[in-house]
């Protein structure tokens, strides 16, 4: 790992400080989005001069620092809940570094529960091995004295030297989380007698085993992520969130250009009840015959007698293309109206600005026109939030594809309608929030304040809702899926440590 290496952890404070202390000793990371990056927006992008002391949306710790970070985590956990320190990684990885998750788990489940559920198994006693003077190693069937020997958390014991390759094997393969080798058990193996075997034999794979420890603060951490391309990329990643990246993948396959075929088939065709693909009358006669052999009369007639619909035969092939329809159009609305606000209202918010600041002869409280340019650019986030939260929902709540625990099917819909209201919430006050910045600031003084309040409230409450649906999606939904998938917080709680790093 190169020495300039630099990690970014995002930070929200409202007291952070942007003064470019450590500009020598941090590389920062040159912030370029396009029209698909949400909340990674250039000032050139927004054609708005945003204020010098607005707080960062990350902090860049160095790799001298990383380890103080991730060991003041680890020694929190530690002192908590009195366990080693190989027990506080598992826990927090499982948590992806989250200390309020891991309070709350303690405060409504319990220690134990909590311990149980990340699959950690806590010290036992082998009374039998302790009075033995040797004993069977079951993987090379030697005996040993007690002294060749290690015991796990568990209770299994082998030889060191079985152990040893056990741990390097694993480290070859990328394995952070060494669990125990005996069949079907879960323990993960202590970390100090990881380094201890390793260090003797391997010296080169126990430090390449502190360095996977140390990855696993970045790359299971949904605060801190390695930068792509350090020291320079001049670009940011690509940002899809409230989407997982398995979510969006298959929204982008599904392909932006559907929508056009999906309304012709469900305008034009009639979906055959033996196979459910859409069949095409081609011609003058009513009878036709789709390519799986089932005959039917496109007019939904038998004969001459006219038959009513059976409920439990439902059309499922048109109800899915009618879903999909209905999520598409939801998604590429709020896009468009993205794209409309980027192009007009952009360059309408730069010149109210530039009005407050040049009327230097009312209230000092009116030359600043910051609160505006900071309202269009939560009004931008927000509007790509909402666009994409509707290409998780088509495949969240019953597009087949993403499959969730069927134990969870009640969570599912609490959830559902949560995850909704949310939504409806957030479209409102967005909606509000783009009526209010297309209009003209005008009349006297006390009616400008007005209506900085109102604009600057709505802001506050488009970002509270903004981060109440990602709670929602990343607390309530995303567990109940078979498949394990992650977003990125919309503002994550990381520790307020970050800015001592960057400034130590």
């Not at 993403?402 to 309608?417: D, G, R, Y």
């Not at 939504?423 to 929030?433: A, G, K, N, S, T």
């Not at 409450?461 to 078979?482: H, K, M, N, S």
Request: charged share 25%; glycine share 4%.
């Amino acid at each position: 790992m190169a020495s300039d290496r630099c990690y970014y952890y995002y930070e929200d404070d409202d007291d952070a400080d942007a003064d470019g202390d450590g500009e020598e000793e941090v590389e920062w990371l040159a912030m370029e989005a396009d029209e698909d990056d949400v909340g990674l927006l250039e000032e050139d992008d927004l054609h708005l001069r945003l204020p010098d002391d607005r707080p960062a949306d990350c902090w860049a710790i160095t790799q001298e620092s990383l380890p103080a970070a991730q060991q003041q985590d680890l020694s929190m956990v530690m002192n908590l809940l009195n366990i080693k320190q190989h027990h506080a990684r598992t826990l927090l990885i499982h948590h992806r570094w989250k200390m309020h998750c891991i309070y709350d788990h303690l405060d409504r489940k319990g220690r134990d529960r909590m311990l149980s559920e990340a699959c950690i198994i806590l010290p036992k006693n082998s009374m039998s091995a302790a009075s033995s003077t040797s004993v069977t190693c079951n993987v090379c069937f030697e005996d040993f004295s007690m002294t060749d020997v290690s015991t796990m958390d568990c209770g299994h014991c082998f030889c060191n030297d079985c152990w040893t390759e056990h741990f390097f094997a694993s480290i070859n393969t990328g394995n952070r989380q060494i669990r125990c080798m005996e069949v079907k058990c879960k323990a993960i193996c202590d970390e100090d007698i990881v380094r201890r075997l390793l260090s003797l034999k391997y010296p080169a794979a126990s430090k390449r085993f502190d360095l996977l420890l140390l990855e696993s603060y970045l790359e299971d951490n949904d605060s801190v992520k390695w930068c792509p391309s350090a020291p320079h990329c001049g670009r940011a990643i690509q940002v899809h969130s409230p989407c997982p990246c398995a979510i969006w993948e298959k929204w982008k396959a599904k392909g932006h250009g559907d929508s056009d075929s999906v309304k012709w088939i469900l305008a034009n065709t009639k979906s055959c009840p033996k196979c459910s693909k859409p069949i095409e009358k081609n011609g003058g006669c009513n009878l036709v015959h789709c390519k799986c052999g089932q005959c039917l009369c496109i007019s939904g007639h038998s004969c001459n007698r006219y038959k009513e619909e059976n409920g439990d035969k439902v059309d499922t092939s048109r109800q899915q293309m009618q879903r999909y329809t209905h999520y598409w159009d939801r998604y590429n609305i709020h896009a468009g109206s993205y794209k409309v606000e980027q192009k007009d209202l952009g360059p309408a918010v730069e010149e109210q600005v530039k009005k407050l600041e040049s009327n230097l002869t009312g209230p000092k409280m009116n030359w600043d026109g910051s609160w505006l340019a900071m309202a269009y650019q939560s009004l931008l986030t927000s509007r790509q939030v909402l666009s994409r939260s509707y290409a998780f929902a088509y495949y969240m709540f019953g597009g087949g594809e993403v499959k969730t625990h069927p134990s969870e099917c009640s969570n599912l819909a609490v959830a559902q309608n949560l995850f909704e209201d949310r939504q409806e919430q957030l479209e409102r006050h967005v909606e509000h929030l783009s009526k209010e910045l297309a209009t003209d600031l005008l009349g006297m003084p006390e009616e400008i304040v007005l209506k900085k309040v109102e604009i600057a409230n709505l802001a506050k409450i488009v970002q509270a809702i903004c981060g109440q649906l990602y709670r929602c999606i990343q607390d309530e939904l995303l567990p109940l899926l078979f498949q394990p998938m992650n977003i990125a917080a919309y503002q994550p709680d990381g520790p307020d440590k970050a800015k001592e790093f960057i400034r130590a």
